[in-house]
């Protein structure tokens, strides 16, 4: 247990050196670009996936200590190389399954490049086990409204696009080990217009870890040098299909209807939360006004009135018509457009 807390806190240690580091604040300011182009509050994104980040490099770093995983420099170079190349095909290439693997089959096949396979696929399998954690902790954070066509219809669905900057300790070297703090890029992308936000996250989180760790029992068992890295591109693949398949075959939640306008979100401490509308609903009426858009709910809002008459399907209690009188508030509806 002592060694463990000293393993934590010098990793804790050479984590805050390298938020000095020059090369660390330029990936932090490449990371608050890629979310200000997809969410309102880039600068809150950011510190929640530094300070995730921070989390996912401890347990990596414990893992790594622990398996006693020793790598080159020149392996994660070898990577980068093949993965900025697989990018330039499809950007869910760059993750660690398709250009580690690659890398270990041209080392096995070609005998190049001069790697050590084992340790290799170790480090992928972990890898993925830690971005399943941060996947469950908080990939569903900063999620944005998007569009789908599904079953020729569009529909409305959430899109999730997170990155943590994963800051480890490893041991490298072939004749002398010693320690280097190194930074490791995750990144999560995924759809859904099925579950929820949270939901979703958990679930990819779930299946994700399951891949990691049948990843890397597959590779301590040492069965064949070739099964993992063949496993780890079938895998992934897999999974990205099967949720596909999932979301196309299940029932979206947020269709876009004939009639009235579908709830979207609902915000706290509003009129809407007050009369128990929810996410799904579908509001047909207020104050005996037909609204067919957003705009129609500003425009009420606009008239400050302290009453309001509200007729809204729900898909468990059918259609309902409630009434609020009290305190002037927002309605505290977010609607899915009609149009894209």
Partial sequence: MYGLYQIVYFTIIDILRMFKSPFFL????????????????????????????????????????????????????????????????????????????????????????????????????????????????????????????????????????????????????????????????????????????????????????????????????????YLPPILAIIGHEFIIHLNKYRERTRVPLYTIPKRGIRVFHVKNNSIAKKLGISKGDIVLRINDLEVKEQKDLLDLERLKQDSYKIEFFNLKKGLVVKTYRGKRKNLGIVTLPKVL
């Avoid at 490449?30 to 401890?58: C, D, E």
């Avoid at 001069?114 to 992928?124: H, T």
């Avoid at 099925?194 to 996250?201: G, I």
Wanted: with cysteine; proline share 4%.
């Fill in 26 to 225: 330029l990936i932090i300011s490449i990371i608050y670009y890629q979310y200000k182009k997809h969410t309102k509050r880039p600068l809150m994104a950011t510190l929640n996936s530094l300070f995730f980040g921070a989390i996912g490099g401890i347990i990596a770093t414990v893992a790594f200590l622990y398996l006693q995983v020793y790598l080159i420099p020149m392996d994660f170079i070898y990577i980068l190389i093949v993965a900025i190349i697989l990018s330039l095909i499809d950007t869910r290439f760059i993750c660690f399954s398709y250009g580690g693997s690659l890398v270990v089959l041209s080392h096995l096949i070609f005998g190049f490049p001069q790697v050590d396979a084992y340790e290799l696929m170790l480090l992928v399998a972990v890898l993925h086990m830690v971005e399943a954690v941060l996947i469950i902790l908080s990939g569903n954070h900063q999620n944005s409204i998007a569009y789908f066509p599904i079953n020729f219809e569009e529909v409305g669905g959430y899109v999730f696009n997170r990155i943590w900057p994963l800051t480890l300790v490893l041991f490298i070297g072939d004749t002398m080990i010693r320690p280097i703090t190194v930074i490791a890029l995750l990144s999560y992308g995924d759809f859904t217009v099925s579950y929820s936000p949270k939901r979703k996250t958990v679930l990819s989180g779930i299946i994700l870890f399951f891949y990691g760790l049948i990843l890397f029992k597959i590779t301590l068992l040492k069965i064949s040098p």
